[in-house]
């Protein structure tokens, strides 16, 4: 009976047992996570602050599909992994043996080197512990701060919104997100937010978190502004968990480095999710991304190579459907550069492939809050950017991902005042009769 043993029981994790028990009815896999409430949607959390989901909706899997899966799941952590012995060490002391091992230990929220960020009614939003803690705190505040950028941040102000909390939001720089989105995007979204009652300071850095007897009752600003709050959330960005792989000899950079197979420095040991550092070929270099749907897609390849399949992971191009300020938007390939001031490094959410844009003409369109940007490449679109009106998100998807050929278009796009969603619209319409046909 062959063995395997997984560190991690997100997205990557789970994905890679369903993959190994598809090749492989009879073997033994073993699934080792710290959090207690195990697979989980971290997604979900935004929407479980809203109160729009409840609890028990996180769950993907329910106890039959456990039971399907044949899991042995262990609560723990791993500390080490000896590749030579094919042995992982647990924090408790226990050794566990693999034939194949996955590291799907994802990433965990970066920390702030501020003064007082111990204090009680400090937090972060990184996991169901996390989310939970910060409901109990918003039962009682009356104001908080929000410091970062990204979407976890916007996660937690509409969490504090819908739960009619006054919130302050800082931002380092002059806009929201700035990397991502473009000047006009990011208006929208701080335009809808002050909308709301959030008040938005930019070029606004904290210095210290002030507290009364081991609790939050205000923050003060690099400017020497106070602010009296009794909850602050911090969300600066996440790192990739790299530690058990460099305590055990991996080669990692920014995340694990893996091969086109997913496996990494050391034979049997492979990594996927948040934690993999993979080759993009959309971009040319290897990248970390932290969106759900790449995470179970790595999970599958990483599996089924486990079982000796020797299939290629080929990453597609990084697509993601969030929520912005309550608008929907959906960000794919290439649509930024640079970096935020308001994050380090990656955010939850967020792929580095988006911030690697060549040189490119933006064609782009609003309609009041809906908001059209596309990133015109010589013969083909590199990314784009749909807020509000989701009608053209699947067919940009397509043609970006299946890089066609838009030369026949690209002139007219690029004229002033063109209109682009029709342009887009007929010209996807044209390649659906054509494949049709064909």
Request: proline fraction near 4%; charged fraction near 25%; charge should be negative.
């Amino acid at each position: 009976m062959q063995n395997y043993v997984i560190i991690g029981t997100g997205a990557a994790g789970i994905a890679a047992a369903e993959a190994i028990r598809c090749q492989n009815p009879g073997a033994q896999i073993l699934l080792v996570g710290e959090e207690p409430q195990g697979y989980y949607s971290r997604p979900g959390l935004a929407f479980y602050l809203t109160g729009e989901l409840d609890e028990r909706q996180l769950y993907p899997f329910n106890e039959q599909d456990f039971r399907r899966l044949d899991l042995q799941l262990l609560q723990g952590r791993a500390t080490r992994i000896h590749p030579h012995l094919h042995k992982v060490e647990l924090h408790t002391g226990t050794t566990l043996s693999y034939e194949r091992l996955l590291i799907a230990t994802g990433a965990t929220a970066v920390r702030m080197q501020v003064s007082g960020r111990d204090a009680e009614g400090v937090v972060k939003l990184d996991s169901m512990d996390d989310a939970n803690r910060l409901l109990k705190i918003m039962r009682k505040a009356h104001s908080a701060v929000v410091v970062g950028g990204g979407i976890t941040a916007l996660e937690i102000v509409e969490g504090l919104v819908a739960k009619g909390v006054k919130t302050h939001y800082f931002l380092r720089g002059d806009r929201y997100w700035s990397n991502v989105l473009d000047e006009t995007e990011s208006r929208i979204v701080e335009q809808r937010l002050r909308e709301e009652g959030v008040e938005i300071h930019h070029h606004t850095e904290l210095e210290e978190i002030l507290e009364k007897r081991g609790h939050v009752v205000g923050v003060r600003a690099k400017d020497g502004s106070l602010f009296k709050c009794d909850l602050v959330a911090i969300a600066i960005g996440i790192r990739p968990r790299k530690g058990l792989a460099e305590a055990s000899g991996l080669e990692t950079d920014r995340g694990i480095l893996v091969n086109e197979f997913l496996q990494t420095s050391a034979p049997d040991i492979y990594a996927a999710g948040d934690v993999a550092q993979v080759f993009d070929p959309f971009s040319g270099r290897s990248v970390l991304d932290s969106l759900w749907g790449p995470a179970r897609d790595q999970g599958t390849t990483a599996g089924l190579n486990m079982c000796g399949l020797n299939k290629p992971y080929y990453k597609l191009v990084p697509f993601n459907v969030t929520r912005l300020a309550n608008l929907t938007t959906t960000i794919i390939g290439l649509v930024g550069r640079g970096s935020d001031r308001d994050l380090v490094g990656i955010a939850r959410g967020d792929s580095e492939t988006w911030r690697q844009l060549p040189d490119a003409i933006a064609a782009q369109a609003d309609f009041d809050v809906n908001r059209l940007r596309v990133l015109v490449g010589e013969r083909t679109f590199i990314g784009a950017i749909v807020i509000g009106d989701q009608t053209l998100s699947s067919p940009l998807h397509q043609i970006i991902a299946r890089r066609m050929d838009i030369t026949p278009i690209r002139e007219e796009l690029l004229k002033p005042d063109a209109p682009i969603a029709d342009i887009i619209a007929d010209f996807w319409a044209e390649c659906r009769r054509a494949e049709l046909a064909s």
